[in-house]
T-cell receptor
């Protein structure tokens, strides 16, 4: 069963520390997304890539967040320095174009990385 | 800007009691409307894609329908294992590959 793999599953850190989350997308998928989920905001898009090129990172605080795809099997999301308001579950998802001709994009999500910043 | 509103926020049903969840949307050119299921501690799991008004899709006890302004997820004779948060999302002609999600409906089915 093809799946998106995220590490770490849980991370507790102190304010000011660097945090790196990693994602292995499904082989053959060419779009990769980072979403953040909180009780207050629901699922928010942070950034996404197509063919490893960043297409949109307007959802990220640029001064502290960065997202990269060093190769087709790895996407990273880094927070430096981390703050308590960054506490959330971070999801990676990779995209598969649907069978229709409309361009609709079915996403497969990973299990998420739960981040707690003290 | 694409907008998605789901109602109710939470729904509690007895086993076997059918009901519907609502997803209202505003987009500029719909490419697809998606329903996902999310269990606690897990990522959203894909259920359906709907492309155009009038379309319907079914999977076990779930049926999704679509109009030009909203989608419904009908749950027929639900079981406790249907308890989850159900998320609706849209992709539009102006959003590229991005999905915009609603805040979800938390469904609890009591035995």
């Amino acid at each position: 069963d093809a799946r998106v793999t995220q590490t770490p599953r849980h991370k507790v850190t102190e304010m000011g520390q660097e945090v790196t989350m990693r994602c292995q997308p499904i082989l053959g998928h060419n779009t990769v997304f980072w979403y953040r989920q909180t009780m207050m905001q629901g699922l928010e898009l942070l950034a996404y890539f197509r063919n490893r090129a960043p297409l949109d990172d307007s959802g990220m605080p640029k001064d502290r967040f960065s997202a990269e795809m060093p190769d087709a099997t790895l996407a990273t999301l880094k927070i430096q320095p981390s703050e308590p308001r960054d506490s959330a579950v971070y999801f990676c998802a990779s995209g598969l174009r649907s069978g229709g001709a409309t361009g609709a994009n079915v996403l497969t999500f990973g299990a998420g990385s739960r981040l707690t910043v003290l | 800007e694409d907008q998605v509103t789901q109602s109710p926020e939470a729904l509690r049903l007895q086993e076997g009691e059918s009901s519907s969840l609502n997803c209202s949307y505003t987009v500029s050119g719909l490419r697809g409307l998606f329903w996902y299921r999310q269990d606690p501690g897990k990522g959203p799991e894909f259920l359906f894609t709907l492309y155009s008004a009038g379309e319907e899709k079914e999977k076990e006890r779930l049926k999704a329908t679509l109009t030009k302004k909203e989608s419904f997820l009908h749950i027929t004779a639900p079981k406790p294992e249907d308890s989850a948060t159900y998320l609706c999302a849209v992709q539009s002609e102006t959003s590229g590959s991005r999905l915009t999600f609603g805040e979800g409906t938390q469904l609890t089915v009591n035995p």
